[in-house]
């Protein structure tokens, strides 16, 4: 994240320190004096996001093949100029970042809830201004970019760090990111991302020695300037009052400068005035009110030490070597050989959250674009996490304990009601297959066609499907992904209806063969916030399905589960709206007629799964307008009967492994529990440490 208004700062009162560079002429001079390296930029992948999504539409669940042809384009520009990318994504959330993660994801709900209040009220997408980017875009851009061949690197530790000690250690012509850390680690030069402009190749280059001249600081003195103006590990509030001192013995030099601007100049000039020593960082200890954690402004100055560095506000014996190896914890998976396997595939970053579950039993997931005062759907985190407690027993088989128990998971979803003061403990759930469940050792080292298919009748017993096994594999790949996620879902969501999955069905098969172009013209004349939120449903839907074929030891190939492949937002919008006005199939699927019978076969091969889990699907139109027939739990409405389907009434048979009830197994959860709206058959629970509970296997 970097430091509060250091940007803005150094832009409008440090113009020294922001030079104009083309990225083109520098990886020639690079080539020049460095005739054995290429020119290589390290990227902060995480700080470009924002700025590689430009596609028009963002809300509708995301424009996939216009994202993959930009990454595509801005690939091409460097290769043009000669220069190697190596991308750095987050793997981890570090324990000393979680308070700030945490803050960070519920000020995210906020700005949801009001993007779902324009939707409702305007039925359009909102402007640039209230951007947020399509749920699973961090997760797909990493492998979108393996995809198209480059370099990708999941960090084991805080990935700004693990970027700044590549640009060191690699002798990296320069860091692009959009982070002013970049400007305090001493690494490789920082280029803004926000500057670039790809067509001249040219962008803003911070130089640290010019801003350091500008504040009277040396280098070595910026981990403390940092640490003194708050980061994520020294927050803010407990600097308050030492800013109140600094700026009073440093009046400001100008009436132009705003509060901040005044702050960081009066924090630059009390560090140039005091000794520079360890002393001094404990005497500012010591003023600081830092309650039980009087090492809090050692550890910050401690962060930004790269390998072989150190700094003379620290005792001369502390050097990075001691500080940032990454720490070997004792992992929940027993299996040294598995562990490293799995640690490799991480950092190459062709896997999803197994090593996370592995290493450390803790997982996270950021918001989704899910509307909180919807009645009937759940959060994505609650529709899934049956799944997940699946993947969790298949990743820990050998590390149950003498009486059979697994470890418990810790998990930072973001749902509404969830205030992420604890993360929900979730128990590990077996599945119910033949011979129990296969060890990694057999899902990942073994080879066969034996073994290939045991992995695929185990991924699928996560979605309670493995009795499909042989149907599932007369589709084409990608068709039978979307298969597995409308079966579940399905079964999980009560009030998905016969026109959500026409919609669904549909899109699918005209998605293919359809350009980036194409789906770039398709324009909308309105937006459905339903169907935006079912298309977040359906791209988390996407990672589940990465993060079972990862743990089961990919009995899917990864690049038929990308969402360039089976989804494009705005197409979705389309066919949602279709299918709900009661249009004619000819209609939804374009007047093309040889679709037709592929339509009737895969909706037939859907409905015919959900019969045997004793599942109706009803016609519940929606129009143009929001159904209000409800009641609470979002169950015995009152639906259109209009194409009324011939199957079976609402099961409540026992065998349905992922209802919210019976007496075993469960999770604990945290404090305060999600009403899991229109889920089925959950019950609310209030109070502290309630369980959720499952019924029996």
């Known amino acids: 994240m970097g430091i509060k208004g250091l940007q803005w700062f150094v832009a409008n009162t440090c113009p020294d320190a922001c030079t104009m560079v083309n990225l083109k002429e520098m990886a020639e001079k690079h080539h020049i004096s460095h005739p054995d390296s290429p020119p290589v930029i390290v990227v902060d992948a995480m700080g470009c996001i924002r700025h590689w999504y430009t596609p028009e539409s963002?809300?509708?669940?995301?424009?996939?093949?216009?994202?993959?042809?930009?990454?595509?384009?801005?690939?091409k520009a460097f290769m043009a100029a000669d220069i190697k990318l190596v991308f750095y994504f987050d793997g981890v959330v570090e324990q000393k970042k979680r308070d700030e993660w945490v803050k960070r994801r519920l000020k995210n709900n906020k700005e949801i809830a009001r993007i779902f209040q324009f939707l409702k009220s305007y039925r359009q997408q909102p402007g640039r201004g209230m951007f947020f980017i399509p749920s699973g875009l961090a997760t797909f851009t990493r492998f979108a970019l393996k995809f198209l061949g480059q370099e990708t690197i999941c960090s084991l530790q805080e990935a700004d760090y693990e970027v700044a000690s590549y640009g060191l250690q690699n002798n990296c012509m320069g860091i692009l990111g959009q982070d002013t850390d970049y400007l305090i680690y001493n690494t490789s030069p920082y280029f803004s991302v926000n500057k670039l402009c790809l067509d001249r190749m040219v962008t803003v280059m911070y130089s640290r020695e010019n801003f350091c001249h500008a504040l009277g600081l040396n280098i070595t003195d910026l981990p403390l300037f940092a640490c003194l103006l708050g980061n994520d590990i020294v927050p803010e509030d407990i600097l308050e009052g030492f800013w109140q001192k600094c700026v009073a013995s440093c009046p400001p030099k100008s009436q132009s400068y705003d509060k901040r601007a005044n702050i960081i100049l009066a924090v630059a000039s009390?560090?140039?005035?005091?000794?520079?020593?360890?002393?001094?960082?404990?005497d500012l200890e010591e003023m600081l009110p830092l309650a039980s954690d009087k090492k809090l402004l050692y550890r910050g100055v401690e962060s930004y030490l790269l390998p072989g560095q150190q700094s003379p506000w620290l005792p001369p014996s502390v050097s990075n070597s001691q500080i940032h190896l990454v720490k070997q914890e004792t992992a929940i998976c027993p299996d040294q050989e598995i562990l490293q396997l799995v640690k490799e595939q991480h950092v190459r970053a062709e896997n999803y959250m197994v090593y996370n579950v592995l290493s450390k039993g803790e997982v996270e997931c950021s918001n989704s674009l899910e509307d909180e005062l919807d009645p009937e759907l759940p959060g994505q985190a609650l529709i899934y996490r049956p799944v997940r407690q699946h993947i969790y027993s298949v990743l820990l088989e050998s590390g149950k304990d003498t009486c059979g128990a697994y470890p418990i998971v810790k998990e930072w979803f973001v749902y509404f009601g969830n205030p992420m003061e604890q993360p929900d403990l979730v128990q590990p759930i077996q599945l119910d297959i033949p011979g129990g469940t296969p060890s990694l050792r057999t899902l990942?080292?073994?080879?066969?066609p034996e073994v290939q298919t045991l992995r695929y009748s185990t991924f699928l017993a996560c979605f309670h499907l493995q009795d499909m096994v042989e149907e599932f594999q007369l589709l084409d790949a990608p068709v039978a992904a979307v298969c597995c996620l409308l079966i579940y879902l399905t079964l999980q969501v009560d009030s998905l209806s016969l026109e959500d999955l026409n919609a669904f069905v549909a899109h699918t098969l005209c998605l293919r063969g359809k350009s980036a172009a194409q789906l770039a013209g398709l324009q909308l004349p309105q937006v459905d916030s339903r169907a935006v939120q079912l298309g977040s449903l359906f791209i988390r839907g996407l990672t589940t399905l990465i993060m079972a074929s990862s743990a089961c030891g990919f009995p899917m190939n990864m690049d038929d589960l990308m969402p360039w492949k089976v989804f494009d937002g705005k197409l979705f919008q389309e066919k949602?709206?279709?299918?709900?006005?009661?249009?004619?199939?000819?209609?939804?699927?374009?007047?093309?007629?040889?679709?037709h019978t592929q339509f009737q076969n895969l909706k037939s091969f859907i409905c015919k799964a959900c019969v045997v889990k004793k599942r109706t699907i009803q016609s519940r139109r929606r129009g143009n307008g929001f159904i209000t027939e409800m009641q609470e739990g979002g169950r015995e409405r009152s639906f259109q009967q209009a194409h009324t389907t011939s199957f079976v009434p609402p099961y409540h048979s026992q065998n349905r492994r992922f209802q919210w009830r019976g007496s075993q197994p469960y999770f604990y959860g945290s404090e305060t529990q999600p009403s899991g709206r229109g889920h089925r058959d959950e019950r609310r629970h209030r109070g502290q440490r309630r369980r959720f509970q499952l019924a029996p296997q």
């Open 58 to 75: 963002w809300v509708c669940g995301g424009q996939w093949q216009e994202y993959l042809a930009n990454l595509q384009d801005f690939i």
């Open 444 to 448: 990942w080292l073994t080879k066969g």
């Open 270 to 282: 009390y560090i140039s005035r005091v000794p520079c020593s360890y002393g001094s960082l404990k």
């Open 576 to 595: 949602y709206q279709l299918s709900h006005r009661g249009c004619s199939l000819e209609e939804l699927l374009e007047g093309n007629g040889s679709l």
